[in-house]
Nanobody, 123 residues
């Protein structure tokens, strides 16, 4: 049974940082890509970042490039999303999701999802 569990969300002031974690069980990151998505109230879910399984290639939405960094620890079967220089527009529920091997654009390409963690950026 595949489970993805996000953690690390919270309330932070603009300009602050958070690190989200996505702990996977029932699959191994050696073979699965992990994507981070977010959804703000009243808006569609959007892709934020992704890391592929094979060569560790990383991808970022233009809105977070230079501020967010995705990484993985295969020994812990966990993917991280380091978020720096946070803005109010980053406020959303953040989800991680998995698919076999390679990153793909669009949430429909991902098979398993976590329950989400709330990130709120506000002064």
């Amino acid at each position: 049974q595949v489970q993805l569990v996000e953690s690390g969300g919270g309330l932070v002031q603009p300009g602050g940082s958070l690190r989200l974690s996505c702990a996977a069980s029932g699959l191994t990151l050696d073979y699965y890509a992990i994507g981070w998505f977010r959804q703000a109230p009243g808006e569609e879910r959007e892709g934020v970042s992704c890391i592929s399984s094979s060569d560790g290639s990383t991808y970022y939405a233009d809105s977070v490039k230079g501020r967010f960094t995705i990484s993985r620890d295969n020994a812990k079967n966990t993917v991280y999303l380091q978020m720096n220089s946070l803005k109010p527009g980053d406020t959303a529920v953040y989800f991680c999701a998995s698919r076999f091997q390679f990153c793909r654009v669009g949430d429909r390409a991902y098979d398993y999802w976590g329950q989400g963690t709330q990130v709120t950026v506000s002064s």
